[in-house]
Every structure is written in structure tokens, then in C-alpha cells.
């Protein structure tokens, strides 16, 4: 069976860190791109940060630009994402997902994605 996972979660001030992990089991993730998406209370998910399959290209939402940063470490089976300066409007719902076709180079498109985890809560607090 495979599966995602996030991890990492929780609650924080404004203007602290949190890092997200998602790891993959059942399968290796290593030949496709990944990416991190949020969806907060009574709105859509909307695309957060991707990352190519090789690592090398990284693509973000003009709302976290410069203050996250996505990688990945294909030994592990892993995605990160590092947030920083992290604001109210950060609370979410963040979920990792991996695109359906191999050796992409990232999309912001959330059909592009096919398998998705259960998703960990972030909350920021003023």
C-alpha cells in the first residue's frame, strides 16, 4: 500500500519556524516531482511549493516565497518543507502529494498530483 505521511505539525507564534516532513512508504518517490499544498477553513486547497524529481527546480506561491523553502533527500524517501517568518494567514491544513508521471519538473496544478497523505494541521498564532 502506499502511502504519505506528514509530519511536523503544530502551533507557533508569529514570526516563528516549523519544518514539515512527508515520507513515502510502499513506493520509492524518487523519480517524480512532489509537492506541498494547504487548504484553511472554508477555502480550497491552493498550491503551496514543488520541487522536481532531481531536486534541482523549486517553484512557490507568491504568498510563502522567501520564507519557504521545499527540499528533498531521495535516500530518505523524504520532502521537507521549512517555513519561516510564518504569519496568521500560514494556518492550514498542509498536505505533501506526488505527481503522477515521472521525471517532472514540478507542478502548481493539483490534478498533476496522484497520490496525496492525510495531511497535518498548522496554526499560527498572533
Given at each position: 500500500?502506499?502511502?504519505?505521511?506528514?509530519?511536523?505539525?503544530?502551533?507557533?507564534?508569529?514570526?516563528?519556524?516549523?519544518?514539515?516532513?512527508?515520507?513515502?512508504?510502499?513506493?520509492?518517490?524518487s523519480k517524480n516531482a512532489m509537492g506541498w499544498f494547504r487548504?484553511?477553513?472554508?477555502?480550497?486547497?491552493?498550491?503551496?511549493?514543488?520541487?522536481?524529481?532531481?531536486?534541482?527546480?523549486?517553484?512557490?506561491?507568491?504568498?510563502?516565497?522567501?520564507?519557504?523553502?521545499?527540499?528533498?533527500?531521495?535516500?530518505?524517501?523524504?520532502?521537507?518543507?521549512?517555513?519561516?517568518?510564518?504569519?496568521?494567514?500560514?494556518?492550514?491544513?498542509?498536505?505533501?502529494?506526488?505527481?503522477?508521471?515521472?521525471?517532472?519538473?514540478?507542478?502548481?496544478?493539483?490534478?498533476?498530483?496522484?497520490?496525496?497523505?492525510?495531511?497535518?494541521?498548522?496554526?499560527?498564532?498572533?
Amino acid at each position: 500500500q502506499v502511502q504519505l505521511v506528514e509530519s511536523g505539525g503544530g502551533l507557533v507564534q508569529v514570526g516563528d519556524s516549523l519544518r514539515l516532513s512527508c515520507g513515502a512508504s510502499g513506493r520509492t518517490f524518487s523519480k517524480n516531482a512532489m509537492g506541498w499544498f494547504r487548504q484553511a477553513p472554508g477555502k480550497e486547497r491552493e498550491f503551496v511549493a514543488t520541487i522536481s524529481w532531481s531536486g534541482g527546480r523549486t517553484n512557490y506561491a507568491d504568498s510563502v516565497k522567501g520564507r519557504f523553502t521545499i527540499s528533498r533527500d531521495n535516500a530518505k524517501n523524504t520532502v521537507y518543507l521549512q517555513m519561516n517568518k510564518m504569519k496568521p494567514e500560514d494556518t492550514a491544513i498542509y498536505y505533501c502529494a506526488a505527481d503522477r508521471a515521472p521525471y517532472g519538473s514540478g507542478s502548481t496544478n493539483i490534478v498533476a498530483y496522484e497520490y496525496w497523505g492525510q495531511g497535518t494541521q498548522v496554526t499560527v498564532s498572533s
